[in-house]
């Protein structure tokens, strides 16, 4: 069974960057994954997703051309770079994934695709 434990997440200056992984307790190498947060008093949003051979990325309009996803598949470890944060970045940040191989049935940016999600890291960006 797939257990994901997120990590990195802290206070940073706004225009900082951080970096939050993702370890997976299972094998995950043939699962899509993906990003959200939840910001205090607002619904979870998605933030981006990978494909299982990280060969496909998707992203939020809100974190394009300044957050990254990535995957190592060899230590069941999935990434989120993030730079250039702004205040509106912070959140609890949590990763998720779509249990059925492949990505069959997989739609990024629908929450219901993923079956598994981890605790969430926080990420605060202030001045």
């Known amino acids: 069974q797939v257990h994901l434990v997120e990590s990195g997440g802290e206070l940073v200056q706004i225009g900082g960057s951080l970096r939050l992984s993702c370890a997976a307790s299972g094998r995950i190498s043939s699962h899509a994954l993906g990003w959200w947060r939840q910001a205090p008093g607002k619904e979870r949003e998605f933030v981006a997703a990978?494909?299982?051979?990280?060969?496909?990325?998707d992203y939020a309009d809100s974190v394009k051309g300044r957050f990254t996803i990535s995957r190592d598949n060899a230590k069941n470890t999935v990434f989120l770079q993030m730079d250039s944060l702004k205040p509106e970045d912070t959140a609890v940040y949590y990763c998720?994934?779509?249990?059925?191989?492949?990505?069959?049935?997989?739609?990024?940016?629908?929450?219901?695709?993923?079956?598994?999600w981890g605790q969430g890291t926080q990420v605060t960006v202030s001045s």
């Open positions: 998720a994934a779509h249990l059925t191989p492949y990505g069959e049935g997989f739609n990024s940016a629908d929450g219901r695709s993923y079956e598994r």
């Open positions: 990978i494909n299982w051979r990280g060969s496909i990325r």
